[in-house]
Every structure is written in structure tokens, then in C-alpha cells.
């Protein structure tokens, strides 16, 4: 049996599959310890479905007609060529994948810095860039400071915002352990989550008001000095300003605007402060906001205030797909090189050019994933090659995308199923799945794991970094003349300090390679003069508010058997057989103002259009509706943006109406 990274969640699973029957079973090891969830246990399925694309496509009229490997290559390369020729390389913008290994990713910032561009890009920019941004103002890295591991000795866990029952149901055995020990756990939400059955503390907040409950839970822990004088004090700058900003913040403030009593508010800062060590983990239920940035400042605050850092605690923005950290650490961001380095850091730029063979690379910030639409519209940028990214759902306001994506000259999409984007493109080139080829992954810990290929490429596909090397070539870029895999992964080794001695064998033949050490900020932070900064914010208010015509909130959630836009998880007959259908949650008191019962037909309506859906009375608060965003919810979502380029898709004002029929 091989060793594979699940092709999931950000958590990092390992599966063992039998190379004969692709059984499939869970590896016994870091950092998954022989658990595993449905999907990783069925992550084989959607590798074998007859849908897979087999074969280079090209569009001719409205038919896509198949083509060589060759005539595919060569074609798109010149139109590419062609483009930069009459209107700059700034026409043309690259997304990368989540889902590709850290080779793929690095290959293909590679060709659009080389190239001459900045526009590269992927759906970290949906997910956690505000936590990216925010954690490097604050404490100098964007990423997450702990192992899974600690988590079974810290004494409080504060899971914000972030549902890991469902969405990382194997990271739950590590909080378990926590609560064995007799750690408190701490679970904020807009609704009730499965996580909440393991709860101490059960907070259901009114959506958009984090900062407010976050600065009230400070407000109590300065007022009664239950803070880390000394760490503040050795370690911390910016306490002064902290102090003064949550003052007004009172508990009782604080009820009126978050809804949670202010009783409860006391007692959870009193519980979370008096642990001595503790956790805070949160997922887009922060992020997702245009405050996204700001409610992340206020939990680092909240951990910083308590010197919960380094062997006292950690922060944990818990990733959402399997190489999402990956891709962000491989340079797949419009301004970051690799490591999350920036453009104008001149001494890693000439690391990085040095070893690709050129003079400099492009300074200037290339343009955020969701940028790239208006852009598009405008004529600025007319060709963008996908790869493994599924924009026309995945973004809000969908068809916003949509009718950018048909105005483009040049759509390519490299991808394994023909997926709603794919069916914009010009050309269509095929991929090989997870466990069809090798390459190195990154999870949420930052954890760099091996993932070796357990069987050949389906039909003509071939492995994403084979297809990248392919168009470097073609494109006549320097330095893409890799033969195997493990080149690319020798050369990304080469960029950063920590791997330089290490080698791809070690890689392979261990539990994996944390990027840069272990744990992060245990004697001093990233930053300039070593400390961390307490970055005092306020009370943000959402991009749009309920009234009159739209009374409700619209917030979008994750459901243990669906993943992303659903291209993988559709396509497995075992977990298509453990779904239910998809159903939009309202609180009880509104459903019978509304005369809907459970399994009622509904329609959601925002400024952006209307969907339908059957609907679930549950446990959300008063005005509050939450759908899945796994499928259509997309097409009227907000996509009012934050200062990291984040969409705002937990906050969105609706009306629901009860339909007779579907």
C-alpha cells in the first residue's frame, strides 16, 4: 500500500490505498492517527467516474472537438504570446488551485512572473487572505503559528466562527482529547453547530458582530487584570491603545448588539483567561466578511492580551481544502512571492530570480482573484488560464463572472471534470486526479507532506506539472526543463532557508517537513523589532443591512459530505447516497410567521436575484436564513469586498417567501 494526501480538507489526512483494489484505508500515523472521514474514506470514487476528461478539448463553434496534446500547446502558448504582444502581459491572469501539489502551484506563479506578470492568483483570496493579512500585521506571518498536536495540552479552546465537526471532523479527535484532559471548549457561531454538542460554552451571535462580542470578552479580562502583564510587557506593543478601544465595550453593550447574554460574556472571559494556555481556532465565519480582516485582528488581540502564543497556545485559521496553504506558500498570490515574502522584499526577489535565470521579476501587485471580473469587463485583462479553480460558482454574484468569463479572448481551463467553468473556455485541457501522480502537499500546520501516485493517468490526461512544463516550453520561458516531479520539488527546497539542507528523499520517507519550524513565535514574532502588535479595531458594520424590502440575513454554511462546488463530491455514489438534499435553515419563530414548515418549498431572494430551495427549521437566530454554499447560493451572494479582496458571503439582506411547488 501507498501513502496519498487526501484530496480534501486542509487537515492533511494521509490515506493508505491498496494499489490492486484502490481500497482504501486510513493512515495510522501524524497527522491523521488512523481516523478518517467519509470523503477521505470514498476519495477514490470520483477518481474513476466516467465523467473524467480524457482528452485536449478545443471549441469550435459551439462544439468542443478534441485535439492533440501538441496542437493544444502550441496553439494556446501562441495566443498567449500574441496578447502579451499587442496589449502587455498585464492582459493576461493565471489562477491556481487549491487542490494542486506544491509543485503545480510553484510552476505556474513561475510562468506568469516570467511571463512578466503579477496576476496570479487562487481561492485562498475567498477563504482566509484576511487571516493572511491580518496575522502579518499583527504578529509578522500569515499563517498558522501551532501543530494539531498542541492542541490535546492546551487547558481553553475558542473555536470561532468555524464548525470542524463537520468541515475537519479528524481535527475534532484532537480537541476531544483536550476535553478528556479538561480543557474548556468555547464554540461562537450564527447557529447551532454539530461542534456545539461538545461544548462548554455555546454562543450563537448575531451575524456581523464579532469584534463587539470579541472586544467585550477583552474589556473584562483588562478590567479584572486577568492579562499576561509580563508577556505584555517583554513581548507586546500597542496595549495602551487596546486598553482605551474595548473600554465602551462593556458586557451589557454587548448583549444588545451580539444577542449573547451578558452574563455568559463574563463568564466565558473569565473561563478562557483563567485556563493559563489556550487556543483560539476560526474558520470563514470570520473571514467572510468585509470586516474580515478586522474580526481576525480581534482574536489575535484576545490571544495576544493572554500570552496564549508559542507554547501557551496558538491560532489556528483552520484551512478548507488540501493544498490551500500550499498554494499561498508556493507564491500563488497576486502579492506575495514564495514563503508570503512581498514583491518589494530586493533580497528575496533576487534569491528567487537567480535561481530561475533571470535579471528581476515584475514588482507591482497583480490583480486579486476577484478583481480579475471588472477587469476583464473593462478590457484590460483578455486571457486567464484556470487551473483546478471552478469561479462560476464559487464566486459571488456569480453571473457577474459568468459574463466576464464569455467576454474573454482567451479561456483555458486545466481541469479533471468539465465543470461549469470549463464550459466558457476555448480550450479545455485534461488533469490527472490526486492519486494519478506525486508531488508534495502543504496542510494547515504547515506540515509538507509527500503524496505518492498510486496508478496511471485516466485516458490522455497527464499530471498538472507536466502540462505547466509543457506551456514554459512553449512559451519560451527559462527554466522548464524538469523531467520528473522531484526536480521541481528540489527547486522550490532552494528558496527558502529551512529546506535548504533537506532533501526530497527525506521529504518522502518521513511524517512530513513543518515550513519553517514547528511552532512559530515561541522567543519572539516576525516582525521588525521581534514583537507582536495589539491592533485596537471597532465595530465594523456589514456591506448591507436588513430593512424593510430585504428583512432577513442571509449567511452560507459547509455540510460534512459536500465540498467546494461539489465537481469531486457529486461524483461519488457513496457520498451521494450519505447526502441529504440541500435545505436552507430558518429559525422556528420566522418559519411560522411565514407559515413554512420543515420540507416547505421557499424562495431566497437578495439584490442580486432569487433561488429555491426546501426548507429546514432549526436552531439560527431570529432573522437569520443559512444555506449551503455548495451549489447555487453563489448566484446572489454579496460581493462587497474587505481590504484582502475577500468576498462578503455571511452577510447578505434577503427576503424568503413560501412557494406552492418547487
Known amino acids: 500500500m501507498k501513502a496519498v494526501v487526501c484530496p480534501f480538507c486542509g487537515f492533511g489526512c494521509k490515506l493508505l490505498v491498496d494499489e490492486k483494489t484502490m481500497r482504501v484505508r486510513p493512515y495510522p500515523g501524524e497527522p491523521n492517527r488512523g481516523k478518517l472521514c467519509p470523503k477521505g474514506l470514498y476519495s477514490i470514487e470520483f477518481v474513476r467516474s466516467k465523467r473524467r476528461l480524457k482528452s485536449p478539448l478545443k471549441k469550435i463553434g459551439s ?5 492533440s496534446w501538441g496542437v493544444a500547446i502550441e496553439e494556446i502558448a501562441d495566443r498567449l504570446l500574441e496578447i502579451r504582444e499587442l496589449y502587455g502581459p498585464d492582459a493576461v491572469a493565471f489562477l491556481s488551485s487549491s487542490k494542486i501539489s506544491n509543485e503545480e502551484s510553484y510552476l505556474l506563479q513561475k510562468i506568469a512572473r516570467l511571463f512578466g506578470t503579477n496576476n496570479i492568483d487562487n481561492c485562498a483570496r475567498l477563504c482566509h487572505e484576511a487571516s493572511v493579512h491580518a496575522l502579518k500585521l499583527a504578529v509578522g506571518t500569515g499563517a498558522q503559528t501551532n501543530p494539531y498536536d498542541d492542541l490535546e495540552r492546551f487547558n481553553a479552546i475558542l473555536i470561532w466562527g468555524y464548525n470542524p465537526a463537520e468541515t475537519h471532523p479528524v481535527v475534532m479527535d484532537y480537541v476531544n482529547r483536550a476535553r478528556k484532559r479538561g480543557a474548556k471548549v468555547i464554540v461562537v457561531d450564527v447557529r447551532r453547530t454539530r461542534t456545539m454538542a461538545f461544548a462548554d460554552y455555546k454562543l450563537i451571535i448575531s451575524p456581523g458582530t464579532d469584534i463587539t462580542l470579541a472586544n467585550a470578552i477583552m474589556n473584562i479580562i483588562i478590567r479584572e487584570e486577568l492579562y499576561d502583564e509580563e508577556f505584555i510587557k517583554t513581548r507586546i506593543a500597542g496595549f495602551s491603545e487596546i486598553r482605551m478601544a474595548v473600554r465602551k465595550y462593556t458586557p451589557e453593550y454587548a448583549e444588545k448588539v451580539t444577542g449573547i447574554p451578558a452574563k455568559t460574556i463574563k463568564e466565558v472571559a473569565r473561563a478562557f483567561a483563567l485556563a493559563g494556555s489556550g487556543a483560539i481556532m476560526w474558520g470563514m465565519g470570520l473571514t467572510q466578511h468585509v470586516s474580515g480582516v478586522e474580526n481576525v485582528l480581534a482574536v489575535i488581540n484576545l490571544a495576544l492580551l493572554l500570552g496564549y502564543i508559542g507554547e501557551k497556545g496558538g491560532l489556528y485559521p483552520m484551512r478548507g481544502q488540501n493544498n490551500v496553504q500550499g498554494a499561498a506558500y508556493m507564491g500563488a498570490l497576486s502579492e506575495f512571492l514564495p514563503g508570503y515574502v512581498p514583491l518589494g522584499n530586493r533580497r528575496f526577489r533576487k534569491r528567487v530570480a537567480d535561481i530561475w535565470g533571470v535579471e528581476d521579476i515584475p514588482t507591482h501587485r497583480g490583480l486579486y482573484l476577484t478583481e480579475l471580473w471588472e477587469a476583464i469587463e ?25 459574463r466576464a468569463l464569455g467576454k474573454l479572448d482567451l479561456l483555458v481551463v486545466q481541469d479533471i471534470f468539465m465543470t461549469q467553468t470549463a464550459r466558457y473556455a476555448h480550450y479545455v485541457l485534461p488533469a490527472s486526479a490526486f492519486c494519478e501522480k506525486s508531488g508534495s502537499y502543504m496542510n494547515s500546520e504547515r506540515r509538507i507532506q509527500w503524496s505518492h501516485k498510486i496508478c496511471e493517468p485516466i485516458g490522455d490526461s497527464k499530471p498538472d506539472w507536466e502540462i505547466l512544463t509543457m506551456l514554459g516550453r512553449a512559451l519560451g520561458l527559462p527554466g522548464f526543463d524538469y523531467s520528473r516531479v522531484e526536480d521541481i520539488t528540489a527547486e522550490y527546497f532552494r528558496l527558502f532557508p529551512e529546506l535548504e539542507e533537506r532533501s526530497v528523499e527525506e521529504l518522502k520517507n518521513s511524517e512530513g517537513i513543518f515550513l519553517p519550524r514547528k511552532r512559530l513565535h515561541t522567543w519572539e514574532f516576525s516582525t521588525p523589532d521581534g514583537r507582536a502588535r495589539l491592533i485596537a479595531v471597532e465595530q465594523v458594520q456589514p456591506w448591507e443591512r436588513p430593512d424593510d424590502e430585504y428583512p432577513f440575513i442571509l449567511t452560507t454554511i459547509r455540510l460534512i459530505s459536500h465540498y467546494n462546488t461539489g465537481e469531486m463530491t457529486l461524483r461519488s455514489p457513496s457520498l451521494v447516497r450519505l447526502m441529504g438534499e440541500p435545505r436552507v435553515l430558518i429559525n422556528r419563530d420566522d418559519a411560522e410567521s411565514l407559515g413554512i414548515k420543515d420540507g416547505d418549498w421557499v424562495e431566497i431572494e437578495t439584490r442580486r ?4 430551495m426546501r426548507a429546514k427549521v432549526g436552531d439560527v437566530q431570529r432573522g437569520v436564513v443559512a444555506v449551503p454554499f455548495h451549489f447555487k447560493v453563489n448566484k446572489i451572494t454579496s460581493p462587497a469586498l474587505n481590504k484582502a479582496g475577500t468576498p462578503e458571503f455571511k452577510f447578505s439582506a434577503c427576503r424568503v417567501r413560501k412557494l406552492k411547488r418547487g
Not at 462544439?63 to 485535439?67: E, F, G, L
Not at 483546478?388 to 459571488?396: Q, R
Open 63 to 67: 462544439a468542443m472537438v478534441p485535439i
Open 378 to 402: 473593462k478590457g484590460d485583462v483578455r486571457a486567464l488560464y484556470i487551473v483546478g479553480e471552478n469561479p462560476a460558482v464559487s464566486e459571488a454574484n456569480f453571473a457577474e463572472v459568468r
Open 609 to 612: 436575484g432569487k433561488i429555491r
